[in-house]
């Protein structure tokens, strides 16, 4: 009697070209993201000489934010920088270009003005952030309660009324100003003292879809702008930054805090006294990579942490500029991959996008880009919004 083979031998046999297939296929893939041009000049950094600060006595995990009620969820799209105007009533800028004011009880909100084009349906989807606006950073005019300024990632400097919806635009993205290069990522605004505008831009090179272009880069595209409103001219007051973030206005009015993201650290630039216009650390080493930066009432300064540095995967790819050229290269844009097509086989995409999806779940458990995430599968199904207004 013959021997039979067994299911599990058979399946074997069955699955070994199989696997030796895509191997190879998987090979070929990654050869071809390795030959493509990089979008990024990686270089190797590290966020501080010291190892990262371990989550322990005050850094300890814990779970007081989930003590906090969740507003308005399904009503509002990603909310960013928060103000308060004199009758205490709060102000936020949206995902959809919209800056919206809620009532003092956090009953209602309306809509305030657009920073962009009013394309409804379409007014959402990361895609159209450039057209619709997206506001990021608010600061109101020291002078008159109803002008607000306002940092939009595509459009630049603006300056809205609050009461009749306009908007004036103060420093434009594409041509700041004479000798200076173009915003690609405006960011955070304030006022200080004298009536004069400091406010951010993250990056001269990579704009907001693209803005994890710069931590791969690793170099210093971010800079810190001056806008005085008087002779309505703009000048650098500090570049060089690493994706410079938040900013805000010490209780004294001497000195500037800068959340330099790509660095996880907070620099202080020296508005007035022997050292005005320099720039040195306020603190660094942070437990994870510093977003919007707000004066307490206690004296201390509220951060807002867009990563967090658990698990060691940030600082890792830090010291690793070649691992995060080939992570630039691998792109899951048929686009990009595919220029001659604007569609392209999602099957050749996984030969491509397979270390991607692998950097990006554990990205995702450092907590990066979950507040994108709705955006990007209401984008994929093409959904309209529905949103409520008061």
């Known amino acids: 009697m013959q021997p039979q083979a067994s299911k599990s031998d058979g399946g074997r ?5 199989f696997v030796l297939i895509c191997g190879a296929l998987l090979a070929v893939g990654f050869a071809i993201a390795w030959s493509r ?15 990262a600060p371990s989550f322990s006595g005050p850094l300890a ?6 003590r906090g009620k969740l507003l308005f969820s399904r009503d509002i799209l990603a909310p960013e920088s928060f103000v308060l105007d004199k009758q205490g009533r709060v102000y936020t800028g949206l995902g959809d270009g919209r800056v919206i004011r809620f009532d003092r009880e956090f009953k209602s909100f309306d809509t305030i003005l657009h920073t962009g084009e009013i394309l409804h349906h379409q ?12 506001p990021l950073g608010l600061h109101f005019h020291p002078s008159y309660d109803d002008l607000l300024y306002i940092a939009d990632s595509y459009k630049g400097l603006l300056l809205g009324n609050v009461t009749s ?18 915003m690609k990522l405006t960011n955070d605004v304030t006022v200080v003292s004298n ?4 406010f951010t831009d993250s990056s001269n090179k990579f704009d907001r879809a693209s803005n994890r272009m710069e931590f791969l880069e690793g170099g210093g595209n971010g800079r810190l702008l001056h806008y005085d409103p008087f002779d309505r001219r703009v000048r650098v007051a500090v570049q060089g930054l690493h994706f410079a973030n938040g900013i805000a206005v010490t209780p004294t009015g001497e000195h500037l805090l800068i959340s330099e993201t790509m660095r996880a650290r907070i620099l202080r630039y020296h508005l007035k006294g022997p050292h005005e216009g ?11 990579l510093p977003d919007n930066i707000m004066p307490s009432s206690r004296g201390g300064y509220w951060v807002a942490l867009a990563v967090v540095r658990i698990y060691g995967l940030l600082d890792t790819l830090a010291s690793l500029p070649r691992l995060r050229n080939f992570i630039a290269k691998v792109s899951c844009s048929p686009s990009q991959l595919f220029p001659w097509q604007q569609h392209a086989v999602s099957g050749s995409l996984f030969l491509y996008c397979s270390p991607m999806f692998i950097i990006s779940y554990l990205l995702q458990r450092e907590g990066w880009g979950e507040g994108e995430k709705r955006e990007r599968e209401r984008e994929e199904r093409g959904e309209e919004k529905s949103i409520k207004m008061a």
Not at 13 to 17: A, I, K, L, V, Y
Not at 195 to 198: A, K, L, R
């Open 13 to 17: 046999f069955r699955r070994g070209p």
């Open 61 to 66: 995990v814990n779970d007081h934010l989930k």
């Open 195 to 198: 009536g004069s505008v400091f």
């Open 123 to 134: 007014c959402g989807l990361a895609s159209m952030e450039e057209k619709c606006g997206r």
């Open 165 to 182: 919806g306009q908007v004036k635009t103060l420093v434009d993205a594409h041509h700041p100003g004479e000798g200076i290069l173009p």
């Open 37 to 51: 041009p990089s979008p990024i000049e990686p270089v190797g950094f590290r966020f501080s000489d010291q190892p």
């Open 278 to 288: 320099t720039v040195d650390v306020f603190i660094d080493n942070l437990p994870g």
